[in-house]
């Protein structure tokens, strides 16, 4: 499923450019993605879509601390919980989309989600919404997945 949302991240700059997603399962089983996973994919991304464009869970805001509960903490891992911290410390996430990225990862069924999945997340996120990351953190979501380097916050 990743393959299939980091091949739509690539070859689609905007997401009003994807077709339909009827049309878009034929242009994906036609490059050679499984019919499986390409449904998969479309579902994981439909739900993303209607998350990211509710205007009204968008607005909240929130300074206070994200406390995770343990099945959140035991499907997402310490790295990928660090990460979205880091994230949003950066100012890259808001609260509402830190909450959509944990949302989405939670539906993955997958546990710990590994960091490499959860920035295609993020990046999936950012480009739902029509936003771009700049170049310094566009660097770190597509680079490495070392997930023994810790992160040092300044």
């Known amino acids: 499923m ?3 949302l980091v091949y ?10 994807c077709p339909e997603p009827a049309a878009l399962a034929r242009k994906l089983s036609a490059v050679g993605f499984d019919d499986v996973e390409i ?12 998350m990211a464009g ?12 994200r406390f995770y509960v343990q099945r959140e903490y035991d499907a997402l891992g310490s790295s ?9 410390s950066a100012g890259v996430l808001s609260p509402a989309q830190r909450e959509i990225v944990i949302e989405r990862a939670l539906a993955l069924e997958e546990s710990p989600v ?6 295609i997340i993020v ?3 950012l480009w739902s919404q029509g936003k771009e990351p ?5 660097d770190d979501l597509f680079g490495s997945d070392d997930e023994q380097a810790p992160r040092l916050l300044h």
């Open 114 to 119: 590994g960091l490499g999945k959860l920035k």
């Open 2 to 4: 990743f393959d299939i």
């Open 134 to 138: 700049d170049a310094l953190m566009f």
């Open 80 to 88: 990928a919980v660090g990460f979205i911290q880091f994230l949003e």
């Open 8 to 17: 739509l991240y690539e070859t689609y700059y905007r997401p009003d450019a």
């Open 123 to 125: 990046l999936m996120l």
């Open 54 to 65: 509710d205007e009204t869970a968008l607005a909240f805001t929130s300074s206070g601390t």
């Open 39 to 50: 449904s998969e994919a479309l579902v994981w991304l439909t739900d993303l879509t209607e």
